[in-house]
């Protein structure tokens, strides 16, 4: 147990040291692009004003309230303090919307996306990989080329793919967004229809590309696993095939669980060109859309939700690991 | 004169390679264990023994193939029976088998005791998870290995106790043939001496009926099995009591194997060791006659053309060579 405590504080200190870093990164960097976010702002709240003193005036407001006249130390002191708060600033573009809103609502989107369709993808994938690797010959050889090509394929070539086979070809998906654009959020029976139907191309394009590599993975860990030592010798005492394929499945599982952990962990930021081609409201959209405008809380935001999500599935796969792997957790408590 | 508990008359089996070549690794080998005796098959690594081993169970895996031959055990000829059937009632049940590598033998996964379950349940779905343990508990602790082993899983146990733990298990449904395939290789020489006194003690108690120990270290065996078999290329070359074959190998193989370790004894030594020169042919393509024949120092010119038959030269001894016996000990006389 006392091992346990230390491992762990350990590692907790090690993430909290990662969540540091990423806060000053994810702080600095969009604010070292090129370009004036409040000049563009004021051009378009300005247009058709002559007198440039007023302009100037406004200008000089809108510095003032995002805070981007004092010197960056100073405004990033204030972005640390706001975070205790769990105040994450105001966008710009979407002014005065806080960002904490426009990131809650976008955050939703991508979770419901692609939380389903990882987990679906996953549990298929390694189903189609076990199965492939006990039953090799015919089976194996045909879908291990089609496994091979869905999980070379980027995230973004199956998205267009999709688009131009079901949505402009085929004519049997709507082309884009998160519902139809002539309808309001609400629990009818139209609304429900249109979410699902939109729902359905960017979901089928996550699984496919999860499948093809999941079922990689499984197929050759399983391999490996059916040639372990320990398969010989459980059927030469006679223990029959099925109980020793749940031995082989289950390890050969254990590396897919970090899989797991690492497609949940970066599943914002690895779909935003996906979301951008479906032009889905998700997280990925909306940290594009901060990005094109300047808008640096906006960018800082999301960048801080992914951080957080990827170290967040970490700790939780290794807690997971150290349960499931008997191994594992023997160097946990060792250290 | 005992009961038989196991016996391999002319066994062949075969390996199929990918391109559909036919190796025979074990090739008309007969073989006869009483109860309460041991047998050692010694020989160089890839002349057969692990692929006899393996063959011996009955029960094959691709790509190890079984060609003709009858095993025997206690009576009962297994190799009529349907695979399914030698694997319910037979394996682990009637004949055990101990694995070369014994460190990784157990899933790393799993906890000892339900590993011990399983084995049982294959055999007897009826018996309880209770009577298994109390079962587990006497067995290890005959091993010398206490209860709370059961609750742990493999990688918590140290090499010698993951060892003794694959000998509870192989052992734990009382077979009538054990076969261990190198056991102790692994091993450093005090916990090889344990693994054999533990299995002679099992044997004593009658937890084990009779043991096949493969090695290929000739001398273990002298402390261990009451007879000796050498193998050369998939093929038996010499047979007889470990003394015997210790100190009086006839087979110029044998000799060789002798000549080239150093056996603790005394009066051996003095023995200058030497080494056998060449390497074992190739199984795919045997050569002619007397598969020893391009190593042997005393090879004629018929020992490459015709097949050397077993030659029974005494009660339970056997060699595979043209030369009489006679002839063999003068000129092993001459060379020394």
Avoid at chain 1, 227 to 249: E, H, M, Q, T
Avoid at chain 1, 314 to 327: A, F, K, Q, S, T
Wanted: hydrophobic residues 45%.
């Amino acid at each position: 147990m006392k091992g346990y405590v230390k491992y762990y504080g350990q590692k907790v200190a090690w993430y909290v040291l990662t969540l540091i870093i990423a806060v000053a990164l994810n702080f600095f960097l969009p604010r070292m692009m090129p370009g004036d976010p409040v000049r563009a702002i004021v051009n378009e709240a300005t247009t058709g004003m002559t007198n440039a003193s007023a302009i100037q005036q406004i200008e000089q407001q809108y510095y003032e309230r995002f805070g981007l006249d004092k010197s960056l130390p100073e405004q990033f002191l204030t972005y640390v303090g706001n975070l205790f708060k769990g105040d994450l600033g105001t966008s710009f573009t979407q002014y005065p919307r806080p960002v904490t809103d426009v990131i809650g609502e976008s955050v939703i989107w991508t979770l419901a996306l692609q939380i389903p369709a990882i987990l679906v993808g996953w549990f298929i994938g390694n189903i189609l990989g076990a199965v492939a690797a006990y039953l090799r010959k015919g089976f194996d050889k045909a879908v291990m080329p089609l496994f091979m090509f869905l999980s070379n394929m980027p995230a973004f070539g199956m998205a267009i793919i999709m688009v131009w086979v079901f949505a402009v070809t085929l004519k049997i998906a709507p082309l884009s967004g998160g519902y139809g654009y002539d309808l309001l959020p609400s629990f009818t029976p139209e609304f429900i229809v249109s979410l699902i139907s939109h729902y359905a191309l960017p979901f089928f394009s996550i699984i496919l590309i999860t499948i093809g590599g999941q079922a990689i993975g499984m197929r050759s860990m399983s391999i490996y696993e059916l040639n372990a030592d320990y398969v010989k010798y459980s059927r030469f005492l006679g223990i029959k095939d099925r109980k020793i394929i749940g031995y082989v499945f289950r390890n050969a599982m254990l590396p897919q669980v970090t899989g797991l952990a690492l497609s949940l962990g970066t599943m914002i930021g690895g779909n935003i060109v996906a979301e951008t081609i479906f032009s889905y409201p998700g997280i990925g959209t909306t940290l594009l859309a901060g990005i094109t405008g300047g808008d640096y809380p906006l960018i800082s935001g999301s960048t801080l939700i992914i951080t957080l999500m990827v170290l967040v599935a970490n700790l939780v796969i290794e807690i997971l690991y150290g349960v499931i792997d008997p191994r594992v957790k023997a160097a946990q408590q060792d250290s | 004169m005992g009961k038989v508990m196991l016996e391999v008359k002319e066994l062949t089996t075969k390996y199929v390679t990918r391109f559909n070549e036919d190796v025979y690794a074990v090739d008309h080998v007969s073989l006869k264990i009483e109860e309460g005796k041991s047998l050692g098959i010694a020989g160089e690594s890839g002349c057969g023994k692990s692929t006899l081993a393996l063959s011996l169970m009955g029960y094959y895996f691709s790509p190890l193939h079984y060609t003709s031959g009858d095993i025997i055990i206690d009576g009962v000829n297994i190799s009529g029976m349907k695979p399914d059937e030698v694997r319910k009632s037979i394996l682990g049940n009637e004949i055990a088998y101990i694995p070369q590598a014994a460190m990784n033998a157990l899933n790393p996964t799993q906890k000892i005791i339900r590993f011990v379950e399983d084995v049982i349940h294959a055999h007897d779905p009826k018996k309880s998870k209770k009577e298994i343990y109390d079962m587990a508990v006497e067995r290890f602790k005959v091993l010398g290995l206490p209860p709370e082993v059961l609750q742990r899983h493999a990688v918590e146990l140290s090499g010698g106790m993951k060892q003794r733990t694959v000998i509870a298990i192989s052992t734990i449904l009382s077979p009538k043939v054990l076969i261990a395939d190198e056991p102790s290789s692994a091993l450093d020489v005090t916990s090889q001496k344990m693994v054999i006194k533990m299995m002679r003690e099992l044997m004593e108690k009658g937890f084990i009926k009779s043991m096949i120990f493969i090695t290929h270290e000739l001398p273990l065996l002298y402390n261990v099995t009451d007879d000796i078999m050498v193998m050369y290329a998939g093929q038996i070359v010499e047979k007889g009591s470990a003394k015997e074959m210790v100190f009086d190998p006839v087979h110029p193989y044998s000799k060789g194997l002798m000549g080239s370790i150093i056996v603790p004894e005394a009066g051996t030594r003095e023995v200058k060791l030497e080494a056998i020169p060449g390497t074992p042919p190739n199984l795919k393509n045997p050569p002619d006659g007397c598969r020893f024949a391009a190593r042997c120092k005393y090879a004629k010119l018929e020992c490459r053309t015709y097949d050397v038959p077993e030659k029974e030269f005494r009660d339970g001894r056997m060699y595979r060579c043209i030369h009489d016996v006679e002839y063999l000990k003068e000129v092993y006389g001459r060379d020394e």
